[in-house]
């Protein structure tokens, strides 16, 4: 049976990558684990009067390039290792993208479909109250991830906020709402950073058959934040949306699907299931469709050692965290499917966390065409490192990634020498 721990996975990928970088053998030991590891359990007082105890965890996995950076995910799998993994995927993700934060995640294990808005706040503010002073503007500043989103980070401005009163406190956490700080351009930012590197992956003649956008069949899995912008950004480069799915269900049309009318249909029935003109497909169904674009866009896992000789995908782009396995990462490149890996194909969320962070602390706001060209480029930059020393080497583009990202990691650890 294939290891579908995703603390495991991570350190797999890791080691994978360490025989292409030349650092210290014990620098690389201080990466495989990370720094710190929060857990803490909180009751919180629920709608009916109960009072039920939530489990919550913040894992700091690296700071040597700078404060510690990453989501808070609000889902019931949630679990210790799962949120290590998600660090360490942040470090490595900052340094691909090369901005200069450090990699930490943040969960809370609970169900938000089944939580009212107030018993969300209550377990955000409480959970944010007993992280207390490791988060902060230069230390710890987390955004949203599954779940969670502008709302949940104005819940944490403020606690942070009502807790640090006198100084500028908009910097604790990205992913805000506009009128509190946030960026033009962010809520977009991840499913925009990874439609840049499909057009990229185009442009390099890494998809067969497909000239542009406009020759492209895309399947979308997920239908969140990352998914649904991904879709629309696909569709809006004039790309045939054949597949879609959420939580629910899955649903496709040879035709194509208008992501932004599936998006009013899901709003109004919960679903993306029953959208008129499309038939539904099962979950497996859709992840296997004839296609030239897959994007996985929600959990960890969905394409393992089972299914990965049966997607038909010629590209993959990882919009999510963590969802392809290294046994399936080794059958696609056998097979010459191009995957662009997650620290690279969502680096897009983080680079404009970043842009929030420094318009927060210059108390400035930036143009939407300002953030939107900043992130295109670093973006660009980081497809063609990756994908240049993919090419050298003869490896697939996720140990590249990670290849150059231990390497920049650990070179700064070296550069600031080990403590004390
Ligand atoms: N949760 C997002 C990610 O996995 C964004 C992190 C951030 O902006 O700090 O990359």
């Not at 991570?10 to 053998?25: E, G, H, K, N």
């Not at 009163?165 to 700080?181: A, D, F, Q, R």
């Not at 499917?337 to 420094?358: C, F, K, M, Q, R």
Request: charged content about 20%.
């Amino acid at each position: 049976m294939e290891d579908l721990n995703p603390f495991h996975i991570a350190q797999t990928q890791f080691a994978r990558a360490t025989q292409f970088v030349s650092a210290d053998a014990g620098i690389l030991g201080s990466l495989i684990r990370p720094f710190r590891v929060t857990r803490i359990e909180f009751p919180v007082e629920m709608d009916d009067g109960t009072y039920q105890v939530f489990t919550g965890f913040r894992v700091q996995h690296n700071n040597a390039r700078g404060p510690y950076k990453g989501g808070i995910r609000f889902h019931p799998d949630v679990s210790e290792d799962e949120v290590k993994a998600l660090a360490a995927w942040m470090t490595w993700k900052t340094a691909v993208v090369e901005v200069p934060f450090g990699g930490a995640k943040g969960g809370v294990i609970c169900d938000p479909k089944r939580l009212s808005v107030r018993e969300k706040r209550a377990i955000t503010r409480r959970y944010t109250m007993q992280l207390g002073n490791t988060i902060g503007p230069t230390v710890d500043i987390p955004a949203p991830d599954v779940y969670t989103d502008a709302s949940t980070m104005a819940w944490i401005f403020d606690t942070y906020d009502m807790t640090h009163p006198g100084s500028n406190n908009l910097p604790v956490v990205t992913g805000k709402p506009m009128e509190l700080g946030g960026s033009h351009g962010r809520e977009t930012a991840t499913a925009r950073g990874c439609i840049v590197c499909v057009e990229e992956a185009i442009a390099r003649g890494m998809v067969d058959g497909v000239k542009t956008m406009a020759d492209a069949r895309v399947v979308v899995q997920g239908f969140g934040n990352a998914g649904s912008f991904a879709a629309q950004f696909a569709h809006d480069g004039g790309a045939k949306v054949i597949g879609l799915s959420d939580s629910r269900g899955a649903i496709m049309s040879a035709a194509g699907l208008d992501p932004k009318a599936v998006l009013a249909h899901k709003q109004d029935t919960g679903s993306v299931v029953g959208f008129p003109g499309s038939s539904q497909v099962s979950a497996t169904e859709l992840m296997e469709l004839e296609c030239d674009v897959l994007i996985p866009a929600a959990l960890e896992n969905q394409i393992t050692a089972e299914n990965a000789g049966r997607i038909h995908a010629k590209l993959i782009a990882e919009a999510a965290n963590g969802p392809t396995t290294p046994a399936a990462d080794d059958q696609l490149f056998q097979r010459g499917v191009h995957v662009i890996p997650d620290i690279l194909a969502n680096g897009g969320g983080v680079t404009v966390s970043y842009y929030e962070w420094v318009q927060n602390i210059q108390d400035e706001q930036w143009e939407p065409e300002v953030v939107d060209a900043k992130l295109r480029k670093k973006m660009t930059r980081a497809f063609h490192a990756v994908f240049n020393f993919a090419a050298e080497k003869s490896i697939d583009a996720r140990t590249a990634a990670y290849a150059l990202a231990v390497d920049r990691v650990a070179r700064v650890t070296a550069m600031r020498g080990i403590w004390p």
